[in-house]
């Protein structure tokens, strides 16, 4: 009985010990990681370097450290994007970034947000930051805890600013807007500010 009951010990043991070796192989590490995504026209969408990264085969998810996204528009370089770490989900249709994320905007006065976290779905034009969202340009400074950048429209919605500033270097003045919601304008360079409950509407133009 006793033999019987170590040579099942024995057993239990190797079966746990393959199972974790499995669970290990199954992912496949990438150095120098490069992906490149078209549009149905052959138009370059976005591509994705990460110098080093791993592949979970059983969710079928990337993870990317120090990752450099870098998003055209009729094949003309729009935005840069990094983060300290990403995830490419649900067959690399959305991205997860985390940990400094920081998006440049090449087309509109060198626009530049900053967050701790964002996520942005291909299929869909919205690019959603959230915690320590932070905008500069060379006219203006605003902080809030998430903001969505939707690029078909190409306007930004804040959430609960905290912190707005104008950049005015031909004056001393500072213009301060306290405002349940702030919208960009990145077309025509305007700021629009809203609150319900003390009914104030703003709108700034640089």
Request: proline share 1%; hydrophobic share 35%; with cysteine.
């Amino acid at each position: 009985m006793i033999r019987r009951f170590l040579l099942l010990s024995i057993y239990l043991l190797l079966s746990s010990c393959s199972t974790s070796i499995r669970k290990s192989d199954s992912n496949l590490s990438i150095d120098d990681f490069s992906m490149t995504h078209f549009e149905n026209n052959g138009d370059k969408l976005y591509s994705i370097s990460s110098p080093k990264s791993v592949y979970m085969k059983d969710v079928q998810i990337y993870k990317l450290d120090n990752t450099k996204i870098l998003f055209y528009e009729d094949n003309k370089l729009n935005y840069i994007i990094n983060s300290k770490e990403s995830s490419l989900l649900n067959n690399n249709k959305d991205i997860k970034l985390d940990g400094n994320v920081k998006l440049l905007d090449l087309n509109n006065n060198l626009n530049k947000i900053t967050a701790n976290t964002a996520f942005w779905n291909i299929d869909k034009y919205e690019f959603i930051l959230i915690g320590d969202v932070v905008l500069n340009n060379n006219s203006i400074n605003i902080l809030s805890s998430k903001a969505i950048f939707n690029k078909k429209e190409n306007i930004i919605k804040f959430s609960k600013p905290v912190k707005y500033r104008y950049l005015n270097t031909s004056s001393n003045l500072n213009y301060n807007v306290k405002a349940d919601n702030a919208y960009y304008d990145l077309n025509k360079n305007t700021f629009l500010f809203e609150s319900k409950n003390e009914r104030i509407k703003s709108n700034i133009n640089f």
